[in-house]
């Protein structure tokens, strides 16, 4: 995530100039605003603004006039009850907006969140950098035999160099050509807008991605999930860890009701009851599917 010195420089100004305010601020986060934080090999999320915080959750639930805070117990107490029930418009209540950057291919999963604001960089207006994706070797691996969805095991060896290989000639090749062909240099060539469709799905953009708090907790219950594709996962991850310094105990109430809660099916409580009563449960009298079976079992045993 190599910086310019001139980025650098404004963000350290941005940190420099601190501004008194009314409204309300999370300590954690304020660590956080504007502090780049690596990702991938060329990646970044970074905070650039936000606005409220546990408070506010609990505020906009009670529709109070003050600070909406009777004591943190009892806080913790309401956003817990909020999360359990799930009373979700306190939680839109709290906004924040990042700086991401990111390959393309890790883009095309994380825009079908709809519930956002983007604005990405234009590749119509600007010249893209020479960035691309190349994954770390424990991350290059083979066709999982058992998920179609996923991958299996992590390349060694020759087969390892031989892929990266291809990876890093192809992006090579194709941003030579990109620039070949840019009206630029004093040749007539292409625009930019048409030059960029020849470079490939790891080529790195950048975005500003606004959301709230509750539209936030769901990207990241489905993209911090072990299902999820491991490029998308990092950048969940780091979030997940910037939102609980942001918002404390609305994130450690996701956590226990969202994010590690286990649910169940009316088939799966019942043979969960039957079980506990002493019966031997088969897939066969559980009425579950062979595949809703296995997953309760990798739950229950
Ligand atoms: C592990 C995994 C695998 C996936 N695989 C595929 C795949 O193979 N192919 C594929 O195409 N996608 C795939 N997706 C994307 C997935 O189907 C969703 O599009 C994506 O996760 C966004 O979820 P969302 O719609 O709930 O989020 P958001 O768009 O943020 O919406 C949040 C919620 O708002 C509501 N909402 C938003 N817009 C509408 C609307 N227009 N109408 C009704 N309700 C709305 C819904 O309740 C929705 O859950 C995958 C996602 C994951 C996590």
Same mark, same amino acid.
């Given at each position: 995530m190599p910086l310019t010195a001139e980025q650098q420089a404004e963000i350290d100004q941005q940190r420099a100039t601190p501004r008194q305010t009314l409204r309300a601020v999370s300590e954690g986060m304020e660590a956080h605003l504007y502090v780049p934080h690596p990702v991938l090999d060329h990646g970044l999320v970074r905070v650039v603004d936000y606005m409220g915080d546990d408070a506010a959750i609990c505020q906009a639930a009670r529709v109070s006039? #003050?600070? #909406?805070?009777?004591?943190v117990q009892n806080d913790e107490g309401l956003i817990r009850y909020l999360m359990r029930h799930w009373h979700s418009t306190p939680f839109e209540m709290c906004e924040v907006k990042f700086h991401v950057k990111l390959p393309v291919f890790v883009a095309r999963q994380w825009i079908r969140h709809r519930t956002a604001n983007v604005n990405e960089y234009s590749a119509r207006y600007s010249i893209l950098d020479r960035e691309f994706y190349l994954p770390a070797p424990d991350q290059l691996a083979a066709q999982s035999a058992q998920n179609n969805q996923g991958r299996g095991e992590v390349l060694a060896g020759d087969e390892a160099q031989r892929v990266l290989d291809l990876l890093r000639e192809d992006a090579m090749r194709s941003y030579d050509h990109y620039e070949a062909m840019l009206?630029?240099? #004093?040749q007539q060539g292409l625009a930019r807008e048409l030059a960029?469709?020849?470079?490939?799905?790891n080529i790195y953009t950048q975005w500003y991605w606004k959301v709230d708090l509750h539209n936030l907790l769901h990207f990241l219950r489905l993209r911090a999930?072990?299902?999820?594709?491991y490029e998308i996962r990092a950048y969940a991850d780091l979030m997940c860890d910037i939102t609980r310094d942001w918002v404390p105990a609305a994130f450690n109430a996701f956590r226990d009701y969202r994010m590690d809660a286990v649910s169940l099916s009316a088939q799966g409580a019942a043979a969960l009851k039957r079980r506990l009563a002493g019966e031997a449960i088969t897939q066969e009298t559980s009425g579950m599917g062979a595949r809703e079976w296995r997953e309760f079992q990798a739950v229950w045993g």
């Open positions: 006039y #003050g600070t #909406g805070t009777k004591s009206s630029q240099d #004093g960029r469709m020849n470079l490939p799905a999930d072990a299902h999820a594709q």
